[in-house]
């Protein structure tokens, strides 16, 4: 059962032109391997290359192929040898007449055949059987390795690459990564008809070839959902992040029709983390990406949409619906909106920082690039526990880790226990009052100039990976002047509503707004894009349940 299973989509093909040939040698490995194995048969040497270039797009494996010699417009030898460059690895066979033994005597060498068979093959179970299943045996025992159903073939220096591989790893989409440099990966290019010069190329589990794709597009094509199931709910909530995933699961849990709205991948800055250590209940530590698939599997136990790659870009109040639009122009409405948008690090204004962006230069923790890290010297800018979790984790392959903190130490934004495991690990470095004061490279990060803040004094390192994680800059720009915010954008709730004692401007119930109600009845804040968060997972968690607490009480007096 377990070799059926494994081979249930990989492919016995057989090629002849003379169509009686064709049928009856797939007839007789039907009869033998259908089972296990699926039988593609083919009358050309042509189509039978465009079967095999489906194939390879879809993921599918070709363990033996058998060819007929004399078929005109492309030989048996010629296609084996344009079959080679699309799986190298599957078993050939040609098929000759006796008069035809020398020349499949010299493709021994051409194609580097593995067995010629003599026409007729019969009985099969004499002839061909035996070859095939000594073929197949052959076949299993190399490294054939199934691979996932998605593909992306890129550049290890394309920015876009990078953002692709980003994405779907966050939103937990198995995929195989192939180097456009490597030979696989060339093979991938060439079975899409692309040349190689727009990448990324992914390759969806159907097969369908896309040419940088946009998040939308790929999001729908890799099987994430992107369109709502209808067009009203009891509650909206903006942002995928801990509190806006703790707001989903309690929102659905307790009966509330609720759709989650994300723009890229659940998790947020936390979905990044590589070990998450100080949260409650995981003594051993978490990873982020761990922690928003069990918060993700959670919500959509309990009924919530999860929709991906969908922008938000306004809030309008509808009489008593909260109306929320997408980039599209399209829109869906709520009795209640929770606004968990989080926050995006800060970019760096060094010069070269910009054009390097995803060739060298990272924002937050970019996981996928770590296995490209080892045995390499890693800068990482910032001082809080993002960064101090990003030197931990990249420290275990990296020749060596630096931390460029702006400060005199860590102790001002990073945990005491963090601190600790830093100053034990032998391959990390903190350089205090340091700051990067440009990045250089010609396609991708080659050197960095440093600066010390104390003494003026630069420095000129060499560098091919620099993850940057300082500050926090609120994701509410979209908002407009629809939802009060504080001067640095940060959402404005509750109590920091009514600082004088009385409700804010246009506030017309009788009422002062709740807790984490913002100057919207109705319109709720949690986690990271709250004015004076506490920025931790915990507590970002604990205000998404209380948004839902609250958008109970709101829709009972409603």
Same mark, same amino acid.
């Not at 030898?77 to 006796?98: H, K, M």
């Not at 061909?128 to 299943?133: A, H, Q, S, T």
């Not at 800055?269 to 998450?276: E, H, V």
């Not at 990073?414 to 830093?422: R, V």
């Given at each position: ?19 009686? #040939?064709?049928?009856a ?8 391997y259908?089972?296990?194995? @699926?039988?593609?048969?083919?009358e050309s040497?042509e189509?039978? =290359? ?7 797009? &879809?993921?599918?494996? #070709? ?17 084996? %040898?344009?079959a =080679? ?8 066979v040609?098929l000759?007449a ?12 051409v ?6 068979? =003599?026409?007729?093959? !019969?009985?099969?179970?004499e ?6 299943? !000594? $073929? ?9 390795r199934?691979?996932?159903?998605t593909k992306?073939?890129?550049? &290890?220096?394309s920015?876009?690459?990078?953002e ?6 966050r ?13 696989e990966?060339?093979?991938? *290019?060439?079975?899409a008809?692309?040349?190689?010069? @727009? *990448? ?6 159907e097969?369908?070839p896309l ?8 999001a729908? &094509? #890799?099987g ?9 709910y009891?509650?909206? #909530?903006?942002g995928?992040?801990?509190?806006g ?7 659905a849990?307790?009966? *509330? @029709? ?13 979905g990044?983390?590589? @070990? ?6 995981f ?7 761990q922690?928003?698939?069990r ?5 959509t136990?309990?009924g919530?949409?999860? *929709?991906t790659?969908r %922008? ?15 980039s599209d122009?399209?829109e ?15 970019q760096l204004q ?5 054009? $390097?962006t995803? /060739?060298?230069v ?5 996981l996928t690039?770590?296995?490209? /890290? ?7 800018v910032?001082?809080?526990?993002s ?9 275990r ?7 460029l903190?702006r400060?005199?130490d860590l ?6 226990? =963090?601190i ?23 396609g991708h ?11 003026g ?10 993850f ?9 720009d979209? $908002?407009?002047g629809?939802?009060?915010r ?5 959402i ?7 600082p ?6 246009g ?6 707004p709740?807790?984490l %109600?913002t100057?919207?009845p ?7 894009a709250r004015a004076?968060?506490?920025? &931790?997972v915990?507590?970002?968690?604990? %205000?998404?349940?209380?948004?839902v607490?609250?958008v109970?009480?709101?829709l009972?007096?409603?």
């Amino acid at each position: 059962m377990a070799q059926a299973a494994e081979t249930a989509r990989t492919v016995i093909l057989t090629v002849d032109d003379d169509p009686g #040939v064709s049928r009856a040698v797939a007839r007789d490995l039907r009869r033998r391997y259908g089972a296990s194995y @699926r039988i593609v048969r083919a009358e050309s040497g042509e189509s039978a =290359l465009d079967a095999l270039r489906e194939l390879k797009l &879809r993921g599918d494996l #070709v363990a033996v192929i058998l060819a007929d010699y004399r078929m005109p417009q492309m030989n048996g030898i010629e296609f084996l %040898e344009q079959a =080679l460059d699309v799986y190298p690895g599957a078993r050939r066979v040609l098929l000759t007449a006796y008069a035809d033994t020398n020349a499949a005597i010299d493709a021994i060498n051409v194609v580097d055949l593995d067995h010629y068979l =003599l026409k007729p093959w !019969d009985p099969p179970e004499e002839k061909l059987y035996p070859v095939v299943d !000594d $073929l197949l045996a052959a076949w299993r025992a190399s490294d054939y390795r199934p691979v996932p159903s998605t593909k992306v073939v890129g550049h &290890r220096w394309s920015a876009r690459s990078s953002e692709v591989r980003e994405f779907l790893a966050r939103n937990q989409v198995p995929y195989r990564w192939y180097s456009s440099d490597e030979p696989e990966g060339r093979r991938l *290019l060439a079975a899409a008809g692309a040349d190689g010069q @727009r *990448l990324p190329l992914v390759i969806t589990p159907e097969g369908a070839p896309l040419v940088e794709p946009d998040a939308p597009e790929l999001a729908a &094509r #890799v099987g994430l959902a992107t369109t709502p199931t209808a067009n009203f709910y009891d509650l909206v #909530v903006i942002g995928g992040g801990p509190a806006g995933l703790g707001a989903a699961v309690y929102g659905a849990s307790e009966g *509330l @029709r609720t759709v989650l709205v994300e723009r890229s991948a659940t998790g947020g800055q936390a979905g990044q983390s590589s @070990r998450i250590e100080n949260y409650l209940g995981f003594p051993d530590g978490v990873s982020g990406a761990q922690l928003t698939d069990r918060a993700r599997r959670q919500a959509t136990k309990f009924g919530a949409e999860i *929709l991906t790659a969908r %922008e938000v870009t306004a809030l309008e109040v509808n009489g008593a619906a909260r109306v929320v639009r997408f980039s599209d122009g399209s829109e869906i409405a709520a009795h209640s909106v929770i606004l968990a948008t989080g926050v995006s690090y800060r970019q760096l204004q060094a010069p070269g920082t910009a054009d $390097l962006t995803g /060739c060298g230069v990272f924002y937050g923790s970019a996981l996928t690039e770590a296995p490209s /890290c080892q045995g390499h010297d890693v800068y990482i800018v910032g001082g809080a526990n993002s960064a101090g979790q990003a030197a931990m984790y990249l420290s275990r392959g990296a020749k060596s880790v630096t931390l460029l903190v702006r400060g005199p130490d860590l102790s001002a934004s990073m945990s005491h226990y =963090l601190i600790q495991q830093i100053d034990e690990a032998p391959n990390i470095s903190v350089r205090a009052g340091t700051v990067v004061e440009a990045a250089h490279g010609e396609g991708h990060l080659e050197q960095l100039t440093l600066r010390d803040t104390r003494t003026g004094h630069t420095e000129l390192v060499d560098a091919q990976w620099l993850f940057v994680f300082i500050g926090a800059a609120p994701l509410t720009d979209w $908002l407009g002047g629809t939802v009060l915010r504080d001067g640095d954008g940060f959402i404005l709730a509750g109590p920091d509503l009514t600082p004088d004692g009385r409700p804010p401007a246009g506030w017309e119930l009788d009422r002062p707004p709740y807790h984490l %109600e913002t100057n919207i009845p109705g319109v709720f804040v949690a986690g990271d894009a709250r004015a004076e968060s506490a920025k &931790r997972v915990a507590s970002a968690v604990g %205000e998404g349940a209380m948004a839902v607490m609250l958008v109970h009480r709101y829709l009972e007096q409603s």
